[in-house]
């Protein structure tokens, strides 16, 4: 059989695991300047844990795991004649792969709840899987980066997020937007446009505004039975944007009557203003009022950050969902959190070129293998190097010198050293910088440090 990859998944070589290592070590670094505490969860939930979380759409691409042994053995035959996927779902399935890292966070703080210090801030790196159809961006496999608090109603928190997305892509030099809105402005929207008890179709439908337009939007709802009244008197949401602050004055406007639709403007506001008055760079911050993001536990802010230069879609997001616990019979445990998504973030420096070229690490010294003696002599000198910390290896046959050569410059190493039965007898090793061309003979003693230790005492 030819090999091949499961579709939406990728193999990582070398240099690109340096690169997203490059990522993950800088948004680790912020997280825990920012307080976040490390937490990992299993790759796997019980289905009944993930399931309603996302929406009708989001429970369609959760992958689901078949139960051990004879799966098929307690299935409904009635069920399997109908092709009941729903049904036969629930009886040969009862775990699932993580869709993303925020449900099994709420199920951790639901499970844990006695012990944890709140405000409790995490932070967690770890791949999540979709069963998405695969594009540039889109993968099945893919890994998310999150910061999460709960246990605090407190603005400053979304402040805090906000001041977090910007330090990590600065520290990248990834040039970002960060779009907001509020979800209790969509809930005053659709009050506004007397469609409250179609809230979810209402977000589902707007959270598809960049990949199928507002035509696209329009005749969703139409197909969710929307009123075509209710869309006319949406129709401003399409309209271009002016500034925030506009924006904004002329939704309050409009939501003249409407408290929770007013109760999210007051809370965008307040973020922004707290944001300017820190002196972060604000022109980075973009009310959008067609940001739905079409989760369904987010209950206040929303975020969504996209890369400037580049058509790539989001490369963060995230929001506060102060009722997620009580989906695990714990209540009163607000929340809100943000996820980096490493693997658009990684595209998005590739095609610009953020990537610093001293990031590929090679070995820095080859010994070459002119025969047992030889190769032990060597052998324990690269012990003392990588004991030092200097990266060394032995080649492992006793090749012809060529070889040896090609396989050095096929992995980039630096420096080739030589120990035959002169460099045994007189104490000393020869090392040829493949780079220069240079070639020296020095002491063992004075060979990167190792102090004064000759062949001799190696034997």
């Keep these: 059989m030819k090999p091949s990859l499961a579709k939406g998944t990728r193999d990582f070589a070398a240099a690109d695991v340096s ?24 790759s796997f939930e019980n289905l009944a844990t993930l ?42 399935s009862d775990k699932a792969l993580r869709y993303d890292l925020t449900v099994p966070f709420a199920r ?16 967690q790196i770890q791949p999540v899987w979709r069963a998405d159809r695969p594009q ?61 008890d179609r809230l979810t179709d209402f977000t589902v439908a707007l959270d598809k505004l960049d990949k199928i337009g507002r035509e696209g939007v329009e005749k969703e709802l139409r197909e969710k039975s ?4 209710s869309i006319e008197k949406l129709a401003f949401l399409f309209e271009p944007q002016s500034d925030s602050v506009e924006t904004l004055l002329k939704l309050r406007e409009r939501f003249d009557g409407i408290d929770i639709g007013l109760q999210g403007v007051d809370e965008l506001q307040t973020v922004i203003t707290r944001c300017a008055d820190l002196g972060l760079p604000t022109h980075k911050l973009i009310f959008n009022i067609t940001l739905a993001r079409g989760l369904d536990y987010y209950t206040g802010a929303i975020f969504e950050v996209k890369a400037d230069g580049v058509e790539l879609g989001s490369i963060g997001g995230g929001g ?16 809100i959190g943000i996820s980096f998504g490493l693997d658009r973030i990684f595209l998005a420096m590739d095609e610009l070129d953020l990537f610093p070229e001293s990031l590929a690490k090679t070995t820095e010294y080859l010994f070459a293998n002119y025969g047992e003696a030889e190769a032990v ?53 020869t090392i040829k ?23 001799c005492n190696l034997r």
């Design 433 to 455: 910088n493949l780079k220069s061309g240079e070639q020296e003979t020095i002491a063992v003693r004075d060979f990167a440090g190792t102090d004064d230790q000759h062949f």
């Design 19 to 42: 690169r997203r290592r490059y990522i993950t070590d800088i948004i680790q670094q912020q997280f825990q300047l920012a307080g976040f505490q490390p937490l990992e969860t299993p």
């Design 226 to 229: 929307i009123p075509e009244a």
């Design 320 to 335: 506060r969902y102060d009722n997620l616990t009580e989906l695990f019979g714990v209540k009163n445990i607000p929340g």
């Design 136 to 196: 540039k961006g889109r993968f099945r496999e893919f890994y998310q980066c999150d910061a999460d608090i709960v246990g605090s109603e407190s603005l400053w928190q979304e402040v805090e997020l906000v001041q977090l997305y910007l330090s990590v892509f600065e520290k990248l030099k990834l040039s970002v937007t960060i779009h907001l809105n509020n979800r209790k402005v969509l809930t005053g929207l659709a009050l506004y446009a007397g469609i409250q």
């Design 108 to 123: 951790y703080v639901a499970m844990n709840h006695g012990r944890l210090t709140f405000p409790f801030k995490r932070y």
């Design 51 to 92: 399931t309603g979380k996302y929406g009708e759409e989001g429970d369609r691409l959760i992958f689901k795991i078949l139960n051990s042994g004879d799966y098929a053995a307690k299935a409904d035959e009635a069920d399997w004649q109908q092709r009941n996927s729903q049904k036969l779902t629930a009886q040969i």
């Design 377 to 429: 002599a060597a052998a324990k000198l690269v012990k003392r190097l990588r004991d030092k910390g200097i990266s060394a290896e032995l080649y492992p046959e006793a090749a012809k010198l060529k070889k040896q050569f090609t396989y050095a410059e096929k992995k980039g190493i630096a420096k080739i050293a030589f120990v035959g039965e002169d460099e045994i007898k007189n104490d000393t090793v």
